[in-house]
């Protein structure tokens, strides 16, 4: 865009100026694209501040006894992911209760994709199938995650199955009532089109319904991912000694609030990444649709 | 391409005939009667115009030849061999372009040939030769929601006429189009039919458009569907839409056509919608 001519009309008596004036186009693009994405985050960061802030505030005016300052709660994560401040059994073990949680989660989450996305493709295209299988999905549904504990830890024993399972159970819902959802919602001339040019039967999965599908499959996936690690919590109170959901219910019994809420900030902060990735898959798988870009 | 068959001692069946075609629609509130007594017999290389207002059954009678649906009563043969399922013998352009979203525009063109095992030496060949009929060649590489309506039906056509078709049914192709875009895909489409010597279905409810396009014309008329009488035009191509010699085929047509909407306003029947 080169300068842009304005034209500045003064009442009529006086005369008529035409200023040239240097427009948006005379700074380089990189520099207006890093100013952007500063604002992005400054206006992002504003909301987190002020609850700080709040945070402080209320403490310190109400000199609670229960919930730490944001200061001794930043020096817990220090100590929990480094070590030197405390010293005590939960110093510098951040990296393993992280990764046997994310072990977990993802376990979890995989397995509960690879059961829900063909058996939602498959259900959504088969009517019999449909007929048989969901009355007993649509009963089993309503029972929440944590009725499911106890049994839990009868089929799978103490430890990280049993949390696994819960976490699958969790993102299994989400990902098969997307996929069948996905599959539904696809346009017959498609299906139309696929036969007319000699595509048919089990071809017609691979090459119409996974595709066509695929938009709502990503939005179970990131529902589902997300309910894995809101669930992750309660899947580690099977008896795990090591993971951030019994860190946190560890911190709960031996009422140390700093580390409940390091566990807290933690799993949130990975949650949030494990979606932005999710977000990143799906714009280049889908690149091919308008509406997917986020 | 399929083969006429020649059995010697018989003369060789048609590419296309429609043998007392009638179909029911049964809903929950009763039936309709969307076809009765459809006979057709289209020959090889032909433009055949089914002409008609809404709710007259062609595109009822396009899709019963496109094998999307059954017929109720009678049978539709090509070649002589019946057929009653959807297959790249007949390829269907929509009106709505049914174009597949996550694939680009040569992956679409190429989706039949890719499907029926065709090597890949000849799809290379084949994509590139149907990519620059339909003057698409920049555009190889674009997505569908990147192209405008008139591009996208580019699309729909080169990918039926790659898969080898035989006949090209066409439901109220342009229909959702701009008077320009339109003009020019139909001039497009006769230099197309003229060069690759298809047989061409065409679906309308313009008279305009049918006079400019068709070898014959099968006027079409509601409650029930059926084929009123067929009128052929014997205009040569290049066709002049301002001639006289055009208009006065649209006004026998348009003639056609209307007297059947008097003649039932009349006698007081509705035509079904």
Redesign the interface.
Known sequence: MGPQIRAVVAPISGPTTIQVAEGEGSRPVAVRGLRQRLCAVALAAIVPLCLLLFWELMVRWTGTRLIPLPGDVAKMMWDFAFGGIYNDAYSATLPIHFWKSVQRVYGGFFLAAATAIPLGLMIGRMPLLRAMLDPTISLLRPIPVTAWLPLSMIFFGLGPKSAIFLVFLGAFYPILLNTIFGVKSIDVRLFEAAEMLGCSGSQLFRSVVLPAALPSIFNGLRLGAGFAWILIVVGEMTGVPEGLGAVIMDGRTLSRTDLVITGMIIIGITGFLSDRILLLLSNYFLRWSPQHHA | MLEAPTNGRAATPPLLRVTDVHKMFTASNGTVEALRGINITIGKGEFVCLLGASGCGKSTLLRII???ERASRGAVAVYGTEVD????D???V?Q?Y???????VKENII??PC??GVPTSDIAKLSERFLSMVGLTPFANR???QLSGGMKQRVAIA??LA?DTDILLMDEPFGALDALTRSKLQEELIDIWQSTKLTVIFVTHSVEEAVLLADRVLVMTAGPGRIDCQIKIDLSRPRDVSSPEFNVLRRDVTRRLTSHIARDRRVGATADS
């Open positions: 496109a094998g999307f399922r959807p297959g790249p007949r390829g269907m929509f709505d049914a174009l597949f979203p996550w694939l680009t989706f039949g499907h029926r997505y569908p929601h990918r039926v898969n």
